[in-house]
C-alpha cells in the first residue's frame, strides 16, 4: 500500500477494462453519473438500446451532461440545448447553423457484456474488447444471482487486499461467517502467479460440511472443501463450494455438488475512494438458500467495507508510511506486485509518449 | 469563465458598488454577519437607524463583532467588551484607560438608496456615493414588488452569464416558464456595448400573449414585447413586458402596457459563492397577478441556482480548463469582457501602487 | 496567539504531561480513540487493570486497534489477528511462528494519579512521572467533584488565555454567571510568574456575598473572596471562595469558609481542536448546591466553547495576523510567554539532536 495517495507514484491503472456498472442501472432513456479514475463520467442509454460512456461536463458551459435529458440515440444538455451523440459529437445547437468541429465531448468505449457494463478509461487506441473477463456465471441457467454496488471510502488497492487473503474472516467477520481462527490457519494456501493473474487456493478435503452448505445441498458424509480466488487486473473472482468427499471435485468434477461464485468488481473512483460492484451466484437450488447466501455476503462486506474506510483514514494522514507484512499476505502482495508493475509500465509508456 | 479560480489572475472587482443586502434585513440594534469578496463583514444598524458596516473581527483576540450587541451608536465585542462606533473605531476597553488608536477596525462605505444596502469593498478613496446605480421602481408607488436572497454556491460569473443569455429559458426552465424553444430562438437577439454597461434586447411585435401576460392586463388582440436586459458592473436589471400592438412600446410608450423590472444584485461571497439579492416589480394590478409572478419568478431562479451549483463542481474540479462559446453567448461575453478588463486594470493599479 | 497555525512556528509542546482523559472512561477491557498532538492514540485498559496507550495504528495494515478488542493483557487487531502488549510489541501473529522485531506499534507513557489519565506524547527518555502536577481535590472526602470532556473546535492556546483572563465574565456570561462589569474591573488583578508558572489573583475583602456562596455556606455578615487563576504548563487551576470577614483567608486560613475548585486540562487534539478535560470540586454542603455548581460550571463552560470556535474561524482565516493586546491580557500574556519560550527551546533541541 506504501505510495498510495503520493505525488509522483501512479494512482491508477488507465489501460485497462473495469466495471462501469451493471447492464439494468441503465434502462433506454436513463442516465447515470459516475467518477472513474478521478474523471467524471455519465452513463446513459438511447431510446435505441445502445449503452454509451461520455465525459460528464459539457464543452459549452460544463453543465454535467447527467443534468440533461436521453432524447432518441442523443443526450441533451439541460443548460442550453446541445445535443450530443454516443460518439461525443455535438449534433444540434440550437440558434446557430454551423457546429464547429471543437464541439464536442470525450467518449469512452463501453461495452455490455455478461450482464455488465465495462468501461476503459486509458488510450482508446488500447481499448481491445476482446480481452474483457467473461463472467459465464450470469448466463448460465443452472445458477441464481443476485448483484449490488457499494461505495467505498477507501483506496482500490485495500479492496484487492481484502479478498486476496481471506484469512480476516475469523477477525473482521467473527460475527457473521468468521468461524474458528484455528480451523482457517490450519489449511495451506497456495498462491502461484500465470502472467498478470494471482490465484490462491486453499483445499479442506474430508471435512465436516458446515451449516450453510449441509442447508444448500445433501452431503452423504464429509466433503472435500475448496476456495480459490482468482485476480485478474482489474478484478477478483472467489469460487468456494464443496462435493462429496472422494468424488472428484479436486480434478474439476464439480456439477453435482454446491458452488458460490463471488464476482468482484473493483474500479477506483478517486485515489481514496472506490467503487465495488459484487455479485454472487450459486447452484444451490434449496427453497431459501440463493437468498440466504446473497444477504449473509451483503453483511459480510459491510463489515469489511468498515474496515477499509477506518484504514485509509490512517493511511491518508500518512500515505508513504511503510507497512508490516506478514505471511499471509502472499497473494495481496503479487497482486499488488502486478499492479505496480503495469502501472509502472504505463507510466513510462506515457512518459516516453509525452 | 476561464480563469475563474486561478491564482494569479484577479477574482474579484474591489473598486465598485456591491448589494450587500436589503435595508430591510437591519432594524435599529440588528447585526447580520456575511462574507463579501472573500472578506467577513458585520452589517448593523444603530439604535438612532445608521446602517454600518465593519469588518467582522474585533482587533483584540479576533471574535466576529456579529455575536457582539449593538448598544447605542456601538456594536460591543461580546468577548471583552470592546465598543466600536460606526467608524470602527474602538471608544471604550473596560478598565482600561488610555485607548490606543490601533483600536480599530476596518469600516467599508454602506449607503442606503431605493431600499437597498450598497457596500464598498475597494480602496475607500475611491468611493464615490454618486455612481450608486438608480432602481427607482423600488420607490415608485405604481409597482408592486418584493425581494429574495439566495445563497449560491456558484462563482459569481456564472451568475451573470446566466442572465445575459436567456436562451436557457426552453432548456432549464421547461418546466415553469421554458415553452417551446422554437419560439425564443426565432426572435432576433441583439447585444449593445455602451462604455461598461451591456444592453441585450429582444423584440416580439404583433406575437400572441402568453397566459401570464393575458391575466396580468387586459389586450386587446395581439401585442408588442421586449426583453431588455441591462448590465452595469454589478448589477442586471431585465425589464419585460408589452403593450398592445402597434401602440408605441418600442418608442418608450410603455405606461399603458404591462412590465415586470428584475433587479439582480450579484455580490461575490468567494471565488466559488454568490449573494444573490433579486426583486421583480410589476405595474399589474389584477388580484393575485403580482404575487403569481413573485412566486414564479422565485422557482425559476431557484431552477437556475442547481445548474450554477452543478457547473461549479465541474468548473472547481479544473479551473483553467477552456470552454466552448456558441452564437447565443453574445451578451455575456460582452458583460464578461467588461469585468475582466476593469479586473485587470484594477490590478495593475494596485500593482503600482504597491 | 499571532503564529498559531503556521508551518514553521512550533505547533505543539511535546515534553510535557498532558491530561488524556478520566480514569472512569476506561473501565478494564475498554479501548478508547483519541488524537493527542496530531497523533491517534488508543486508551485502554486490560483484563488485569493497566491502562495503556498506544498509536491507534496497526503495523500491518494501519487498521486502527480501537476497533481491536482487549483480551486478557493484550489488544488485538480485528483485521487479521494482531495481538499487541501494554508495551506495544506484538506477541501474536496468527499462522506464522517468528514474530519479528519490527512488529510493534508505538507506545507512549500512560500515568493514572487522582483519578486522571496523564500521557507523554514527548521524547519517551524525558517522561518523568513525578513531574505530573498533584490535584488533591479528587482524593479529598471532604470535596465533592465532578468531570466532563467538552472537544472544542477551537486552538489550545485560546483556551489557555480564556482562563487566564476572568475579565470576560461581564460579556460572555451576561446570561449566566456574568453579573456587573463594573464589579469586575473594580478590583486589582494581580499576575506573578514563578519559573514555567503564571498566578493570576484578585481579591475582594469585606465583600457581599453573592447569591451562590449565601447558598453554599452560613456566613455571619461581609466575606474575604478571593480568585486565584495558576497556570503550569498545561494545566489551569482556578480556586474560587471566600470566608468570613477578617478571618485570616488572605492567610491560608480557609477550611471554615466556602471553595470551589476548577481543574482545567487542556490537551491540544490538532492545531485547531482542543481536549478539554475539566472537574468543579467544592467543599460546600448544602444540599442541591454541588450539584447547582457542576450544572452552572458546565453551562458556563458551553459559552466560552462558542466563543473559542468562532474566534478559530477568524484566526484560522488569517493565522498570521497580529491581535491587539490589552491591559487585562496581561495573565494570559504571561502564560503564552511561558509555553513559546518552552516550545521554541524544544525545538531547537530536537534540531540540534537530528
Request: hydrophobic share 40%; aromatic share 10%.
Amino acid at each position: 500500500m506504501a505510495g498510495a495517495g503520493t505525488a509522483k507514484a501512479p494512482k491508477f491503472l488507465y489501460n485497462a477494462w473495469y466495471v462501469a456498472g451493471w447492464s439494468a442501472d441503465l434502462v433506454p432513456g436513463a442516465r447515470v453519473a459516475r467518477t472513474f479514475l478521478d474523471l467524471p463520467i455519465v452513463l446513459f442509454r438511447t431510446q435505441g438500446g445502445q449503452a454509451a460512456a461520455l465525459e460528464d461536463r459539457c464543452c459549452h458551459r460544463a453543465l454535467p451532461l447527467s443534468f440533461g435529458t436521453v432524447d432518441g440515440e442523443r443526450i441533451r444538455c439541460s443548460y442550453h440545448g446541445l445535443e450530443f451523440n454516443v460518439e461525443g459529437q455535438c449534433e444540434k445547437i440550437p440558434a446557430q447553423d454551423r457546429i464547429p468541429s471543437t464541439a464536442c465531448v470525450r467518449r469512452f468505449p463501453l461495452v455490455e457484456r455478461d450482464a455488465l457494463l465495462w468501461i476503459w478509461m486509458g488510450d482508446i487506441d488500447l481499448a481491445d474488447a476482446s480481452r474483457i473477463p467473461d463472467h459465464p456465471w450470469h448466463c448460465d441457467p443452472r445458477f441464481t444471482w443476485k448483484s449490488h454496488h457499494f461505495d467505498v471510502r477507501g483506496n482500490w488497492e485495500l479492496l484487492i487486499e481484502n479478498l486476496m487473503d481471506l484469512s480476516h474472516l475469523p477477525y473482521i467477520h467473527a460475527r457473521t461467517i468468521g468461524g474458528n481462527p484455528d480451523l482457517h490457519f490450519g489449511v495451506k494456501t497456495q498462491a502461484v502467479r500465470d502472467g498478470d493473474n494471482v490465484r490462491v487456493s486453499r483445499y479442506m478435503p474430508d471435512s465436516e460440511p458446515p451449516p450453510t452448505y449441509k442447508a444448500a445441498k445433501h452431503f452423504a458424509g464429509t466433503i472435500d472443501r475448496w476456495q480459490e480466488i482468482e485476480f485478474q487486473p482489474v478484478l477478483i473472482r472467489i469460487n468456494t463450494g464443496a462435493c462429496d468427499a472422494g468424488t472428484g471435485a479436486y480434478d474439476g468434477a464439480r456439477d453435482h455438488g454446491f458452488s458460490m461464485i463471488g464476482f468482484h468488481g473493483i474500479t477506483p473512483e478517486t485515489a481514496a475512494t472506490t467503487h465495488y460492484f459484487w455479485s454472487i451466484a450459486t447452484d444451490a437450488v434449496a427453497p431459501g438458500v440463493p437468498e440466504q447466501i446473497f444477504q449473509q455476503t451483503a453483511d459480510t462486506f459491510r463489515e469489511d467495507q468498515e474496515v477499509l474506510e477506518l484504514q485509509q483514514l490512517r493511511i491518508s494522514a500518512d500515505p508513504d508510511r511503510p507497512l508490516l507484512d506478514i505471511a499471509s499476505d502472499v497473494g495481496s502482495r503479487q497482486a499488488r506486485q502486478v499492479l505496480h508493475r503495469l502501472m509502472k509500465a504505463e507510466q513510462h509508456d506515457m512518459q516516453v509518449a509525452a
